[in-house]
C-alpha cells in the first residue's frame, strides 16, 4: 500500500469520526485560531531567509562571515519570536479528543492527537531557526560549502512548507 | 412541520462533501509536495556526503534533519485533518440545526466548535 493510500485511508477514517462527532453532539475547539500576524510574520521570514539563501549560494569562506552576522541575528531572532507566537496558541485536550481516539483505537488505527497541545507550525518553526543558526555557526566557524548551502536550503524549504500549508488551513 | 429525513440526509452529504473535496485536494497536494521534497533532500545530502561537499560539521544535523521532518510532515498532515473535522462538523450540524428550525419554527443557536 503507497504513502498516499495510507494517508487516504486515515482521512476516511478521521472523516468518519468527524461524522460520528456530529450525531454525538459534542461543541469544542480541534485547532488554534487563525492568526493573520503569524501568517504574515512566516511569508516575510520565508523572503528573508531564501534571499539569504540566496546571497551565499556559492559558498562562503570564514573571513566574511562579519558582513552577515547581523543579518543571521535578525534572522533566528525573527524565527524564534513566530516560534512563540505560533505555539501560544495551545489547543487542551477534551472529549472530542478522546473520542477521536476511542474512535480510531476501536479499529485499530493509532491516535492522533496525544499531543495536539502544541500547534505542528510552532516545531517546523523552530527547526527553521536552528537550520539558520547552524549554518551561521559553520560559516562562523569554518565557512560553508555551496552543497552545504543548498542542503541548509532544502531543509528550511521544507518546514516553511509545512509551517505555512498549515496555518493559511487555519482560515476556516 | 414534519421534517424531510430523506432531504435532510442529501443536504447533510452535500456539506460534507463541499469541505472534503476541497480539503482533500489540500492533503494530497502538500503530501505529494513534502514526500517529493524530503526523497529529494535525502539523495542530496547522500550525494554530498559521498563527494565530502557535506562536512563532519554537518553532517549528522542534516541526517538527523531529514529524520526530524518526516516526522514532523506527518504530525502536519494530522493537524491538517483535525481543522477539516472540524469544518465537517460545523457544515453537517449547520444544516441539521437549520432543518429543526425550520420544523419547529424556533430560532435554535447553532452549536459551534469555536
Given at each position: ?13 478521521v ?8 450525531l ?63 505555539g ?55 565557512g ?29 | ?25 489540500t ?11 524530503i ?10 556526503i ?65
Open positions: 500500500m503507497g504513502a498516499l493510500d495510507r494517508i487516504s485511508r486515515n482521512c476516511c477514517l472523516i468518519s469520526a468527524a461524522l460520528f462527532l456530529c454525538s453532539g459534542c461543541a469544542t475547539q480541534l485547532a488554534p485560531p487563525y492568526d493573520k500576524l503569524v501568517v504574515d510574520g512566516l511569508n516575510a521570514a520565508n523572503t528573508e531567509t531564501m534571499t539569504l539563501f540566496a546571497v551565499v549560494s556559492g559558498g562562503t569562506r570564514v573571513g566574511d562571515y562579519g558582513a552577515r552576522a547581523d543579518k543571521y541575528a535578525t534572522l533566528v531572532g525573527k524565527l524564534d519570536s513566530l516560534a512563540i507566537s505560533a501560544a496558541r495551545p489547543i487542551p485536550t477534551n472529549k472530542v479528543s478522546e473520542t477521536i481516539n476511542q474512535f480510531l483505537q476501536n479499529r485499530g488505527a493509532p491516535p492522533i492527537v496525544e499531543d495536539a497541545a502544541t500547534p505542528p507550525s510552532a516545531h517546523a518553526i523552530k527547526k527553521i531557526s536552528e537550520t539558520v543558526a547552524k549554518m551561521r555557526d559553520t560559516d562562523k566557524k569554518q560553508v560549502t555551496a552543497i552545504e548551502v543548498q542542503a541548509f536550503k532544502g531543509q528550511a524549504s521544507i518546514y516553511f512548507d509545512q509551517a505555512i500549508t498549515y496555518e493559511n488551513f487555519l482560515k476556516r | 412541520m414534519a421534517l424531510d429525513i430523506s432531504k435532510l440526509v442529501t443536504d447533510m452529504k452535500d456539506a460534507a462533501s463541499t469541505v472534503l473535496m476541497t480539503d482533500v485536494s492533503f494530497r497536494g502538500f503530501s505529494e509536495r513534502q514526500l517529493e521534497a526523497a529529494t533532500q535525502s539523495a542530496f545530502v547522500a550525494a554530498g559521498a563527494s565530502g561537499q557535506i562536512t563532519a560539521e554537518t553532517r549528522d544535523f542534516f541526517l538527523d534533519g531529514i529524520e526530524d521532518m518526516t516526522l514532523s510532515f506527518a504530525k502536519t498532515l494530522r493537524g491538517l485533518i483535525l481543522v477539516t473535522i472540524e469544518k465537517v462538523w460545523n457544515a453537517v450540524v449547520g444544516v441539521i440545526w437549520k432543518a429543526i428550525s425550520t420544523a419547529t419554527g424556533l430560532a435554535l443557536p447553532v452549536p459551534s466548535l469555536g
